[in-house]
């Protein structure tokens, strides 16, 4: 295959962020291609299916009403009306504090809404499927970037040659394109990892997203539709490395007798409603979110652990924001000018929030009784002034203001 394929946006990667970024782009008349290594799997019991969920917040549920893709995903979406953060930090692990953050506090919306990640795939996929100016190469790589001021030249590992005037990098934590624009990142390794399954369970979690910390990490559950006519939530259970192999390893009813303990009691007995995956627990932040016609986004630019849902929604601000300059550099949405707005756009906002929840994630692995009991007093501090808990809810969502 000689023939070179001239196309506007050139997306390498698609997971989640990579597919909402090849709508977006598609839809807004840019001709977009994008591939992937890896076949997305598009079926909750299929090997390998993301069993994380994400909760798309505001901000980001407007864009994707914007670009077309919220009317497939409302139906499916679990809204989120509260946000409770419970602190088990005592001995004994009980509950010792619990404060609810409400959603009506703020705003006439829900928080955010949440969709398991494999669902999330498949619609987008699907809707891909639609779009005139959108092409999307599952099982293909990318082989080889180069650029030069005026455009990029992509080799794709079934020897498909592409000319792009943009190349957006939505490749991973380890993102090929990242590399291959020779730009570092900083990364901070906690020890940590994090369990992702469902749960069902006896007490109904009337739309409220629970944080309980305790040590370790947070154990967070996530409202899901009924399973098999139960209440059902997402977990996410983040531990230091060791105990998490530990907790892997048990038997189905070991592992619900300790996860119900974890989750100190609060809904009841927990029930295992899928297998059990594991994700490491990593901080990363590339040193620039640009180079000579490429433009990082998702986790090609930041990684952070999986607190106030902030991973996926910071991706689809850098999509959002990464698509207007390019709409406003129509003719040529990879000029080194639009590329720079995008950079000095984003890279602020995204230092201070994965420098905000690292510290947050220190604060939930404290182990020493002391270092609990001032997260408790903070907890309480914060929560006791309305006006502070009402702009950490409006920072936590996005807000500017």
């Known amino acids: 295959m000689n023939d070179v394929q001239d196309i506007d946006v050139f997306i390498s990667g698609g ?51 914007r ?11 679990t809204p989120l009306q509260v946000m409770r953060i419970v602190d088990a930090g ?20 829900p928080f955010g809404w949440n969709l ?18 959108a092409r999307f190469l599952p099982g293909t790589g990318t082989a080889h970037v180069m650029t030069r001021e005026t455009e990029a030249r992509v080799t794709l590992s079934d020897g498909m040659r592409l000319r792009a005037k943009l190349i957006v990098a939505a490749d991973g934590r380890s993102s090929p394109v990242r590399e291959a624009a020779g730009i570092g990142v900083r990364t901070t390794r906690y020890g940590q990892k994090a369990l992702a399954f469902a749960v069902t369970h006896d007490a109904p979690h009337e739309n409220v997203s629970t944080e309980v910390h305790r040590s370790g990490g947070p154990f967070t559950l996530v409202p899901l539709p009924d399973h098999e006519g139960r209440p059902c939530s997402a977990v996410v259970w983040m531990e230091r490395g060791p105990e998490v192999v530990r907790l892997a390893g048990l038997s189905e009813a070991a592992f619900e007798e300790e996860m119900t303990a974890r989750s100190a009691g609060l809904y009841g007995a927990l029930k295992l409603a899928s297998r059990r995956s594991v994700w490491p627990i990593i901080s990363q932040i590339a040193d620039q979110m640009a180079a000579e016609r490429i433009a990082l986004v998702a986790e090609a630019a930041h990684v952070v652990p999986p607190i106030g849902a902030q991973g996926l929604n910071m991706s689809l601000a850098d999509i959002a924001s990464l698509l207007s300059t390019a709409e406003a550099g129509r003719d040529d949405p990879g000029r080194a000018e639009e590329l720079a707005r995008y950079a000095r756009a984003r890279h602020a906002e995204v230092r201070a929030r994965v420098t905000g929840i690292d510290a947050l994630n220190r604060a939930s692995m404290a182990d020493a009784k002391g270092l609990r009991n001032m997260r408790l007093q903070a907890l309480n501090g914060l929560y006791a002034v309305a006006p502070v808990r009402h702009m950490l809810m409006r920072a936590g969502l996005g807000a500017k203001g």
């Open 15 to 65: 997971g989640v962020a990579g597919l909402a970024a090849t709508v977006a782009f598609a839809q807004a008349g840019f001709t977009t291609l994008c591939a992937d290594p890896a076949p997305p799997v598009i079926a909750r019991e299929e090997a390998g299916a993301d069993l994380r969920t994400t909760a798309f917040l505001q901000p980001a549920q407007a864009f994707l009403e």
């Open 116 to 133: 398991p990640n494999w669902v999330l795939r498949r619609e987008m996929v699907a809707h891909i499927a639609t779009l005139p100016h």
């Open 67 to 77: 670009i077309g893709l919220w009317t497939r995903f409302a139906s499916l979406a």
């Open 90 to 109: 005592g001995d004994a692990g009980e509950a010792r504090a619990s404060h609810d953050f409400r959603a009506a506090d703020i705003s006439d919306l």
